[in-house]
């Protein structure tokens, strides 16, 4: 901990809590308590300082987790939404708290790294470090190759007034691709597929940068093997 302290936001995220942007949400809804008063927004902490979320209190957890977890459909990337059926944290049922680096919307499955982590959380969820992640997809009626050069090309979503990232995708099947992209943007395959007039019927991610899904199976878990874990923190350029 740098002797002035740090951002609060980056300070919950130290602790595994949640990414550096949810905690600025937490604190807008000042459900971020620091001495006994609201946090606010860019304030320095130390772990001298009492902290508390929901009025439990945060600390930086003693050792790092890090965790491959296949989501399944149905479960919703949150720990605090009162209207999901079932969250991640339910599925997960992990004994510490996990947050996830990087999510899936509810009607996908697949690999998502949980960690307490937080510089690894940040890291990875970071857009302009362009790590890949590897999903298969399947559509409503079958692919064309001009449709999926535009994809590959990048295109343009109008509602997101943005244009995506060169991409690589291979078609597998009449109505299948592997896709691999280096951006996060919300929904981001369902709405380059609708562009070109498809419909995702099944979307499954099977690699985030080095971890691969593997054999596990709906609402399972892994540790990441040493191995694993000095290349994901290599690539993410943050010490271990």
Not at 76 to 82: A, E, F, S
Not at 111 to 130: F, K, P, Q, S, V
Not at 132 to 159: C, F, H, Q, T
Request: net charge positive; glycine share 6%.
């Amino acid at each position: 901990m740098e002797n002035n302290g740090v951002r609060i936001n980056k300070y919950i995220a130290q602790c595994g809590y949640c990414s550096r942007r949810d905690a600025d949400m937490l604190i807008e809804k000042a459900l971020v308590i620091v001495n006994g008063k609201p946090a606010t927004p860019g304030m320095r902490v130390s772990d001298r300082d009492d902290i508390r979320i929901n009025g439990k209190p945060l600390n930086i957890p003693a050792q790092k987790v890090v965790l491959a977890y296949y989501k399944p459909i149905g479960v919703v990337c949150t720990g605090r939404d009162k209207h999901a059926k079932i969250t991640i944290q339910d599925n997960l049922k992990y004994p510490q708290r996990l947050t996830y680096a990087g999510r899936l919307d509810k009607e996908s499955e697949g690999l998502i790294i949980m960690t307490n982590d937080g510089d690894l959380i940040d890291a990875m969820m970071r857009g302009a470090n362009r790590h890949e992640k590897e999903y298969l997809v399947k559509v409503n009626k079958p692919l064309n190759e001009a449709a999926l050069d535009r994809m590959r090309s990048g295109i343009y979503l109008k509602e997101l007034e943005l244009t995506t990232r060169e991409c690589e995708i291979t078609q597998t099947g009449t109505y299948t691709m592997k896709m691999i992209l280096t951006q996060g943007v919300n929904r981001q395959i369902r709405r380059m597929c609708r562009a070109v007039g498809y419909e995702v019927r099944s979307l499954k991610r099977t690699r985030v940068m080095n971890i691969e899904l593997r054999n596990l199976k709906p609402g399972e878990y892994r540790e990441l093997t040493d191995m694993e874990l000095q290349a994901l923190y290599s690539e993410c350029a943050i010490r271990q």
